[in-house]
């Protein structure tokens, strides 16, 4: 029976995402929304039943499948900027299409019920930077988060100052910025990654995204938590945490508790089925 119930989990995401489909398919009168949220949902449903049947590179499939569409299709073949700058674009524009719709899904309001699982199953930058040998951080957090509002403001500033500016033909110029952002990220997330030893330093101390997705993630429904009367606090939960985090604590104020990507290394390697 608890067997059974496991494989409702992938069924149950998949049931959200088709009525996550649906429901903007039908309001928007565009094919597309279907299509693209179906198959953003089937590549996670996949990738949590290869968890369960417990396929060591399950959540480097669904980072493969999502992310790749996400960059090649949507960004290089769609011309869709999905960074932040292509969030800012359709904002002031007044438009509720494509990068916005994603945000609210992935960024702004999906983490009230799966946390930054974008960060660890969809991220595109991430998906590269998770293939660098710092798997494990080698050393404490840096007391330098505040850049991620460094570029966070930045990249309101820019798309705003291109509005203000009245500039010609924006759509072709969030383009381009969405292919010189993708490569600034990778170029500084690879130098961060080898200076600090860390592969997730750059969603530590950089990424924008996570103004948004920490403060939401807070409120989580879904969470790795700790069963203390099986926990032995042997700690390898922490040493194997890529993003710091305590997860044998279960209140919501636990160390890091809103760096959590899901990725399931301390569930993997507790050896006692603690979490």
Same mark, same amino acid.
């Given at each position: 029976? !608890?067997?059974?119930?496991?494989?409702?989990?992938?069924?149950?995401?998949?049931?959200?995402?088709?009525?996550?489909?649906?429901?903007?398919?039908?309001?928007?009168?565009?094919?597309?929304?279907?299509?693209?949220?179906?198959?953003?949902?089937?590549?996670?449903?996949?990738?949590?039943?290869?968890?369960?049947? !417990?396929?060591?590179?399950?959540?480097?499939?669904?980072?493969?499948?999502?992310?790749?569409?996400?960059?090649?299709?949507?960004?290089?073949?769609?011309?869709?900027?999905?960074?932040?700058?292509?969030?800012?674009?359709?904002?002031?524009?007044?438009?509720?299409?494509?990068?916005?719709?994603?945000? %609210?899904? %992935? !960024?702004?309001?999906?983490?009230?019920?799966?946390?930054?699982?974008?960060?660890?199953?969809?991220?595109?930058?991430?998906?590269?930077?998770?293939?660098?040998?710092?798997?494990?951080?080698?050393?404490?957090? !840096?007391?330098?988060?505040?850049?991620?509002?460094v570029t966070f403001a930045a990249s309101f500033i820019f798309v705003s100052a291109l509005f203000l500016a009245r500039v010609g033909n924006i759509e072709r110029i969030m383009f381009h910025a969405f292919i010189i952002g993708n490569?600034?990220?990778? %170029?500084?997330?690879?130098?961060?990654?080898?200076?600090?030893?860390?592969?997730?330093?750059?969603?530590?101390?950089?990424?924008?995204?996570?103004?948004?997705?920490?403060?939401?993630?807070y409120f989580a429904l879904l969470r790795v938590r700790c069963d203390k009367d099986r926990c032995i606090r042997c700690g390898k939960c922490k040493k194997v945490c890529p993003m710091d985090v305590d997860v044998t604590d279960d209140?919501?104020?636990?160390?890091?508790?809103?760096?959590?990507?899901?990725?399931?290394?301390?569930?993997?390697?507790?050896?006692?089925?603690?979490?």
């Amino acid at each position: 029976m !608890k067997r059974i119930k496991q494989y409702l989990y992938p069924l149950v995401m998949l049931v959200l995402f088709e009525a996550v489909a649906v429901t903007l398919w039908l309001a928007k009168g565009n094919l597309f929304y279907l299509f693209n949220f179906s198959y953003i949902g089937l590549s996670i449903s996949l990738g949590m039943l290869l968890y369960i049947r !417990k396929y060591r590179y399950a959540r480097r499939v669904v980072q493969l499948l999502v992310g790749l569409y996400m960059l090649v299709y949507l960004g290089l073949i769609r011309n869709e900027n999905m960074q932040i700058e292509g969030f800012w674009y359709y904002l002031f524009t007044g438009v509720f299409e494509a990068a916005t719709i994603h945000y %609210a899904v %992935a !960024k702004i309001f999906g983490p009230l019920l799966f946390g930054r699982g974008w960060c660890g199953y969809a991220c595109w930058t991430a998906m590269v930077l998770d293939l660098l040998p710092y798997k494990v951080p080698a050393g404490p957090r !840096k007391r330098i988060g505040w850049m991620r509002y460094v570029t966070f403001a930045a990249s309101f500033i820019f798309v705003s100052a291109l509005f203000l500016a009245r500039v010609g033909n924006i759509e072709r110029i969030m383009f381009h910025a969405f292919i010189i952002g993708n490569a600034a990220y990778y %170029a500084v997330g690879i130098a961060l990654a080898f200076v600090l030893k860390d592969n997730r330093a750059f969603c530590k101390y950089v990424c924008p995204i996570t103004v948004f997705l920490k403060p939401m993630s807070y409120f989580a429904l879904l969470r790795v938590r700790c069963d203390k009367d099986r926990c032995i606090r042997c700690g390898k939960c922490k040493k194997v945490c890529p993003m710091d985090v305590d997860v044998t604590d279960d209140a919501r104020t636990r160390k890091n508790g809103t760096e959590c990507i899901l990725c399931m290394e301390c569930v993997r390697n507790c050896p006692r089925n603690a979490l």
